[in-house]
């Protein structure tokens, strides 16, 4: 199946700076994004979805100057937590599809992102 | 709107058990169904998936089958091991691209 990488796959930082979280498709073209976050124990609550070269579209309570989407190629996404507080400490995760309707979406392996 | 119900785990089975996870959905329109499952620490991998009515996803042992009738798409196996202990998610996938996500059910399997 389809390969999709994130990077990092954890990360911890002080209160106050940004965060950089990369998802790459490694081995198909993924003209839609999506990012999603969870908490322990629960699902995943899907934050936006980025098509390239467009901006994202984020689902609603989800703040767009917090939580920067980038999708700048068809095999790169990024999601930039701007001046991150403990309470976005979570589990980041992303998913890539192909232009095809049909087409599944391949997740990533998730970032554990831990703000201290 | 779109919405997934599964059964509330944990679950817990002993080793060569028979599984079933029941979900059932909400949908206009005619989605695909998917189950996703995610190991300690990992992400999301697809298990399987149907398309339409009366398909039948099957992967690893595991199946299950689009019932429009009854807006189920339970997962089954026959015979459960330890490695199978997880999180198991089922997902609804519409014109929008977007996956609606049940809550997971965890699935412990013991020798």
């Known amino acids: 199946g389809a390969v999709v990488s994130q990077h990092p796959s954890w990360v911890i930082c002080k209160s106050g700076t940004s965060v950089k979280i990369e998802c790459r498709s490694l081995?198909?073209?993924?003209?839609?994004m999506f990012w999603y976050r969870q908490f322990p124990k629960q699902s995943l609550m899907l934050m936006a979805t980025s098509n390239e070269g467009s901006k994202a579209t984020y689902e609603q309570g989800v703040e767009k100057d917090k939580f920067l989407i980038n999708h700048a190629s068809l095999t790169l996404s990024t999601l930039t937590v701007t001046s991150a507080h403990p309470e976005d400490s979570s589990f980041y995760i992303c998913?890539?599809?192909?232009?095809?309707?049909?087409?599944?979406?391949?997740f990533g392996p998730g970032t554990r992102l831990t703000v201290l | 709107g779109d919405s997934v119900t599964q059964m509330e785990g944990p679950v817990t089975l002993s080793e060569e058990a028979f599984l079933t996870i029941n979900c059932t959905y909400t949908?206009?329109?005619?989605?695909?169904l998917f189950w996703y499952v995610q190991y300690p620490g990992e992400g999301l991998q697809l298990l399987l998936k149907?398309?339409?009515?009366?398909d039948k996803g099957s992967n690893k042992g595991f199946e299950a089958t689009y019932r429009k009738e009854t807006t189920s798409f339970h997962l089954e196996k026959g015979s459960v091991q330890v490695s199978d202990s997880a999180v198991y998610f089922c997902a609804l996938g519409g014109a929008t691209n977007k996956l609606i996500f049940g809550t997971g059910t965890l699935l412990a399997v013991q020798p």
């Open positions: 081995d198909f073209q993924a003209t839609t």
């Open positions: 149907a398309t339409k009515a009366d």
């Open positions: 998913s890539a599809k192909g232009e095809r309707e049909e087409d599944t979406q391949y």
């Open positions: 949908a206009t329109g005619y989605p695909s």
